[in-house]
């Protein structure tokens, strides 16, 4: 049965105000991401022959490691694991207090009041605005961006503050040109490196002066670090937490999805500033009842050997490579970033001679509908699209086999820019 049929009834009125009030599923906008689903099946139909590659989607290619598979089913088989986790196992916070001393050089972390577990790093940034934000409060959020603490900053009357990340500025957000009656009113600073969608990576220097700008003003600051153990060429992981100070502001929420290959695990911690932990941890117990107990043991056992991830990030290391040389033979300015697992570039304005590309938007739908290659476009700070190398491929002989046919596909055009 139709949902149109119901928007006549009382339910209809009862919406609040936050999603949409009485206009709540009213809307005919069609936003990116189900443009996007639309224009692939389109695709599809239309070249029945022809495979779809997915360079869009945003979570690893792969299962996570036998090793913490088999732990899971270890631990999920013993009847003491089988009750509420809570707010977590020592075991867990312990493991993620030595992983960030071991992969990050991050001193000092107490296990037991500076760590908890997340059920992911997603519901962590859905749950720190109630921890701050009150009615008026600014959030400032950096875009292009992930917006999910800005969205529950809305829901609960505060304002978002957005801070663009241009390249000019190498992706980073110039703190210096916050206004001075925003920083004041600013309760929450978020960050996010390496950065999702442009791959640009901080700077211990960055950081330092982060630290010294939330001091001023009196600012907390969340770092979302899903990707910062995924780098390349020599870069060494960087924690936001190891840099002086950034305790005393500031706490970090690192995930095991992107790293481990976990997405679907559910599994991360924040860590930090002792209080804010403290205030998460009772705004958590409010909102989930802990993550499954075997699945906090396979982590720790995860987190334990960081080589699993060592092994992913020289993949995308390998994958990388490929691409951007695929892509400036073509005639973009694509440049390997420093982490994360996308590649960030500039669209083309046009086909010579051709369609025209007012937005990155307009040119991710001609890739998906001409070309079956489907990317993410933004166009918040710039018109850019976003590759990911977690395409489906398995072995090297199959990523040079998918990246020799983006060449393929993409050679019979001459883009402009």
Do not use: C
């Not at 049965?1 to 009485?22: D, H, N, P």
């Not at 312990?94 to 990050?104: E, G, H, N, R, S």
């Not at 990707?227 to 936001?240: E, I, N, Q, R």
């Amino acid at each position: 049965m139709s949902v149109e049929k119901y928007q006549t009834s009382f339910i209809q009125e009862q919406f609040a105000v936050r999603i949409g009030g009485s206009d709540y599923g009213k809307d005919t906008n069609i936003y990116k991401f189900e443009k996007i689903k639309r224009a692939k099946a389109a695709a599809k139909k239309a070249h029945p022959d022809m495979d779809l590659i997915d360079m869009g989607v945003g979570e690893p290619d792969e299962m996570a490691d036998a090793g913490i598979v088999a732990k899971l089913a270890e631990e999920a088989a013993k009847p003491e694991n089988r009750g509420y986790a809570d707010n977590g196992i020592a075991e867990f916070k312990q493991a993620a207090a030595q992983y960030l001393k071991d992969v990050f050089s991050v001193e000092g972390i107490d296990a037991e009041t500076e760590v908890l577990h997340t059920i992911g790093a997603k519901p962590a940034l859905a749950m720190l605005p109630t921890v701050f934000v009150n009615p008026g409060d600014v959030v400032i959020m950096t875009v292009p961006g992930y917006p999910i603490m800005g969205t529950h900053t809305k829901y609960l009357g505060g304002e978002v503050y957005n801070v663009q990340l241009t390249k000019e500025n190498d992706f980073l957000p110039d703190l210096d040109a916050i206004p001075e009656s925003i920083a004041t009113r600013a309760k929450l600073l978020y960050l996010n490196y390496p950065n999702n969608p442009t791959g640009a990576a901080a700077t211990p220097e960055f950081f330092g002066k982060v630290v010294a700008w939330a001091k001023k003003h009196q600012v907390i600051v969340v770092h979302d670090a899903p990707y910062a153990a995924l780098t390349y060429d020599g870069a060494k992981p960087l924690s936001f937490l190891s840099v002086p100070g950034a305790k005393d502001v500031g706490v970090e929420l690192h995930s095991l999805s992107k790293s481990y290959n976990m997405t679907g695990w559910r599994i991360g911690f924040i860590a930090g500033n002792p209080l804010i932990v403290k205030a998460f941890g009772d705004v958590k117990d409010n909102n989930d009842s802990g993550q499954f107990i075997a699945i906090q043991k396979a982590a720790a056992y995860g987190l334990a050997k960081p080589q699993i991830t060592e092994a992913i990030a020289a993949k995308y290391s390998r994958r990388h490579d490929l691409l951007v040389a695929v892509l400036n033979e073509i005639g973009f300015r694509a440049e390997k970033p420093k982490g994360s697992f996308f590649l960030y570039v500039e669209a083309p304005k046009g086909i010579e001679g051709g369609e025209r590309f007012e937005t990155a938007e307009q040119f991710s739908q001609y890739l998906i509908r001409e070309k079956l290659i489907s990317t993410v476009p933004w166009d918040d700070a710039g018109n850019f699209v976003r590759f990911s190398v977690t395409f489906i491929a398995h072995g090297e002989t199959e990523e040079k086999r998918v990246i020799n046919e983006i060449k393929r596909r993409l050679t019979d055009v001459r883009f402009e820019f």
